[in-house]
T-cell receptor, first 113, second 110 residues
Framework: EAGVAQSPRYKIIEKRQSVAFWCNPI?????LYWYQQILGQGPKLLIQ????????DSQLPKDRFSAERLKGVDSTLKIQPAKLEDSAVYLC???????????FGPGTRLTVT | SQQGEEDPQALSIQEGENATMNCSYK?????LQWYRQNSGRGLVHLIL?????REKHSGRLRVTLDTSKKSSSLLITASRAADTASYFC??????????FGKGTMLLVSP
């Protein structure tokens, strides 16, 4: 079974620029998550989708972050404009349902200079 | 704020020894999960234990859950150098999302 795919793996941008990340979950997984992991901390949920609907986006900085999951499969996370404190690893995960184990992608390491 | 808090923050042991990590949380949960993260394989799910379970095993891993004390422990027996990683507990409450702790860094020396 193919795992969760993410791209790009690394991205370096200047502050105030925009960036987008892509995620392809495991086939058949209805639930998709985007996490932000800052160095030395655990992952923090940004947004959770159930199929193509948003379940939880309470910790998403909506003034600069946006995410969508068209057709309930692939998802993109966008940051515009980026700030220095957005430097982190952005992880995508998927699961069959909300309270089940999550499968994580390799992440995208974002550096904002 | 993060729900689960792992203890200790860092642990250093020799190969063959057992490693125990603890997780405490504050509010009622539906399930508790343990994940491992290293540079080679990213974040990987280890064990999920539900609130009505007290103990679960998977290979060299043993997880206990005490809901009265709001705590869980992860025991890795006969540790190997390949077990070197950060270990996170994550709590789930029904339809709400997982909340991860800051993790325990485990170093297993040959």
């Amino acid at each position: 079974e193919a795992g969760v795919a993410q791209s790009p793996r690394y991205k370096i941008i200047e502050k105030r620029q925009s960036v987008a990340f892509w995620c392809n979950p495991i086939s058949g997984h209805a639930t998709l998550y985007w996490y932000q992991q800052i160095l030395g901390q655990g992952p923090k949920l940004l947004i959770q989708f159930q199929n193509n609907g948003v379940v939880d986006d309470s910790q998403l900085p909506k003034d600069r972050f946006s995410a969508e999951r068209l057709k309930g499969v692939d998802s993109t996370l966008k940051i515009q404009p980026a700030k220095l404190e957005d430097s982190a690893v952005y992880l995508c995960a998927s699961s069959t349902r909300t309270d089940d184990e999550q499968y994580f992608g390799p992440g995208t390491r974002l550096t904002v200079t | 704020s993060q729900q689960g808090e792992e203890d200790p923050q860092a642990l250093s042991i020799q190969e063959g020894e057992n490693a125990t990590m603890n997780c405490s949380y504050k509010t009622s949960i539906n399930n508790l999960q343990w994940y491992r993260q290293n540079s080679g394989r990213g974040l990987v799910h280890l064990i999920l234990i539900r609130s009505n379970e007290r103990e679960k095993h998977s290979g060299r891993l043993r997880v206990t859950l005490d809901t009265s004390k709001k705590s869980s422990s992860l025991l890795i027996t006969a540790s190997r150098a390949a077990d070197t990683a950060s270990y996170f507990c994550a709590t789930g409450s029904g339809y709400s999302t997982l909340t991860f702790g800051k993790g325990t860094m485990l170093l297993v020396s040959p």
